[in-house]
């Protein structure tokens, strides 16, 4: 069942509820139901939320990972660069192939940075629409019990009496 089903479900709930005489619009609510409700209401939510949480964890090992990687990139082109370090137009050489490396990987590092940190918020975004969505309708749903009982509480209006 989605969000929308339990909620209507709740609805019907209260609809059969046993209303308490002289209680101002109290019913009487099977509470084991009313919990299992909220139980799959509280299941339904999005999963981007559990999503989103997976995403931050791999971003940073994604990040630890490029940054590894760059590492052992620059430190086999500093060996190279070392081994061939008596003749020297190969050490030049050596170095600014090591230096366009370093450059790509930590080119490469900002983009998959860039390109996490995006589809987190772009996840997050969703979750935060879909969760202020949920939100929403609970909070109408509270407030259309609360005038229910309001409005059931109140004497109703008796025709004018004829004079």
Do not use: C, F
């Not at 059969?16 to 139901?33: C, F, I, N, Q, Y």
């Not at 139980?39 to 490029?66: C, N, Y």
């Amino acid at each position: 069942m989605n969000a929308e089903d339990l909620i209507n479900e709740l609805y019907d709930l209260l609809d059969k509820a046993w209303s308490l005489p002289l209680s101002h619009g109290r019913a009487v609510l099977d509470s084991a139901e009313v919990k299992q409700i909220l139980d799959e209401l509280k299941e339904s939510l999005p999963k981007e939320i559990r999503q989103a949480k997976g995403i931050v964890a791999d971003r940073s090992q994604i990040l630890t990972d490029a940054k590894r990687e760059a590492e052992t990139v620059i430190r086999v082109a500093e060996d190279r660069a070392k081994a061939m370090v008596n003749q020297e137009e190969i050490v030049k050489q050596a170095q600014q192939k090591a230096n366009e490396v370093l450059l790509q990987t930590k080119q490469k590092a900002r983009e998959l940075r860039k390109a996490s940190n995006d589809y987190v918020d772009d996840l997050m975004r969703r979750a935060d629409e879909g969760l202020t969505g949920n939100l929403a309708e609970l909070r109408k749903t509270r407030q259309n019990i609360k005038v229910s009982q309001r409005a059931a509480a109140q004497p109703q209006e008796h025709a004018p009496h004829q004079r």
